[in-house]
């Protein structure tokens, strides 16, 4: 929906936006119907199946299944109609979950990604290979870049699979005027990187003109706060008493830090990113107004 409301501002008859409801990026036939049936010069692969902790946890084969499904479906389909250039999507929660801070993208086959979201994770890190192979051998403009803890509005804030500041924001708004403690998974003290969607999207955009190298590219930025952090500015926000906020240390809390090094993105394309503070503001502001609305959040 970034994307979307970027290319609106400049140009939008440049692109194509594509969902479930147009193709089964699972569904290889379903796939190569699609490209042909479109033609594109390029294509920005944003689609997965992803989600909080509970969702990883509990549907590891299904994420590394149909994520990885996507990925080779629509590489192979690029390759059969000579799509000039593709622009992969992997995540900063596949690197090592014994990587030294910050990351850098060389660390991507160090060691295992966390226990936790290692379906996900495994799916993710399979695009680096998928990248190096198709420009080896069929010498495709093929690039992969990794974001980290992408937020904004349009977020998916269903309760089985919304990440954890969605989750936050919906509970702190559905619970703002009970007296009913809200507990969080965890005890609040992992680090984590959020990057506002939209500064991903042009992020993205920048990539797609400038950018063409086997080398995944870290596009995330560097500003981190604890989950519990988070969960106080959120409640701020809705004015909810801090003292509701309880942390179940008998639940995974997940991996303490996994902070990126976004330095060889930012030297070449100077970017500018939106403070976390000013764009969770906004997507808060947004939920409000549009909450309960079936037709404009996802829920």
Not at 3 to 23: E, H, P
Not at 170 to 198: K, Q
Request: with cysteine; proline share 5%.
């Amino acid at each position: 929906m970034a994307m979307k409301k970027l290319a609106t501002k400049s140009c939008l008859n440049r692109f194509i936006f594509c969902d479930s409801k147009d193709c089964d990026l699972t569904n290889y036939e379903d796939t190569l119907r699609y490209v042909d049936k479109i033609h594109p010069d390029s294509i920005i692969h944003l689609a997965a199946l992803s989600g909080g902790v509970q969702l990883s946890m509990n549907h590891p084969a299904t994420l590394l299944r149909d994520n990885s499904y996507m990925t080779l479906n629509i590489v192979e389909a690029a390759r059969i109609h000579s799509v000039k250039k593709i622009v992969l999507t992997l995540s900063s929660g596949m690197y090592p979950e014994s990587s030294p801070d910050p990351i850098q993208e060389t660390f991507i086959h160090d060691g295992a990604p966390h226990i936790s979201n290692y379906g996900y994770s495994f799916a993710k890190r399979l695009i680096e290979p998928v990248i190096r192979s198709y420009r080896s051998e069929y010498d495709m403009s093929v690039i992969g870049l990794v974001p980290n803890g992408i937020y904004g509005e349009h977020g998916n804030f269903s309760y089985e699979e919304a990440p954890m500041w969605a989750s936050l924001i919906r509970r702190f708004h559905e619970n703002a005027d009970s007296e009913r403690n809200i507990v969080i998974w965890g005890d609040g003290t992992p680090l984590r990187e959020h990057t506002y969607a939209e500064d991903i999207a042009r992020a993205f955009l920048w990539c797609l003109d400038h950018y063409d190298s086997a080398d995944i590219l870290n596009i995330g930025t560097t500003e981190e706060y604890s989950v519990s952090e988070i969960a106080y500015m959120i409640a701020d926000n809705f004015n909810v008493d801090k003292s509701r906020i309880i942390f179940d240390t008998l639940k995974p809390t997940g991996i303490h830090r996994k902070s990126t090094d976004n330095s060889n993105f930012v030297s070449q394309s100077h970017f500018v990113y939106t403070p976390f503070k000013d764009g969770l503001a906004k997507t808060i502001n947004w939920f409000k107004e549009n909450y309960p609305n079936p037709n404009k959040i996802r829920l």
